[in-house]
C-alpha cells in the first residue's frame, strides 16, 4: 500500500492546517488499521506526532498536545491531521505511515512563518 499525504503549505504562526492521508496501490481500510502521522523538519530526524488505534484512540507527542487532532473518516477511507495555533517549530514534512510501516511516501512540507 501506498500512504501519500497532501494539504501542506505556507501559514503563518497562529494558524491552522488539515493534512490529509489516502491509500492507494491496494485494497487498505485505514479504519482498520494503527495509523500515525509523522514529521521530519530539516536537520532533525523524523519524528512520531500523532496515532490513532483502530479503536479510535488517539496519542499525542507532548509538542503537539492540544493544537493537533487526529482523525479519520470511514466513508472516504482518508485520514487527518488538523492542526491548530501553529507554531514555526512545527516546520517540517509529514507524513502519514501504519503499523507495520509501509514505504514512506513523498510527504508534505509545512511552513509556519514567524
Known amino acids: 500500500v501506498q500512504l501519500q499525504a497532501s494539504g501542506g503549505g505556507l501559514v503563518h504562526a497562529g494558524g491552522s492546517l488539515r493534512l490529509s492521508c489516502t491509500a492507494s496501490g491496494t485494497i487498505f481500510n485505514i479504519n482498520d488499521n494503527f495509523m500515525q502521522w509523522y514529521r521530519q523538519a530539516p536537520g532533525k530526524e523524523r519524528e512520531l506526532v500523532a496515532s490513532?488505534?483502530?479503536?479510535?484512540?488517539?496519542i499525542y507527542a507532548d509538542s503537539v498536545k492540544g493544537r493537533f487532532t487526529i482523525s479519520r473518516d470511514k466513508a472516504t477511507n482518508m485520514l487527518y491531521l488538523q492542526m491548530d495555533s501553529l507554531k514555526p517549530e512545527d516546520t517540517a514534512v509529514y507524513y502519514c505511515?501504519?503499523?507495520?510501516?509501509?514505504?514512506w511516501g513523498q510527504g508534505t512540507l509545512v511552513t509556519v512563518s514567524s
Open positions: 505511515n501504519t503499523i507495520p510501516l509501509e514505504k
Open positions: 490513532l488505534s483502530s479503536r479510535g484512540t488517539p
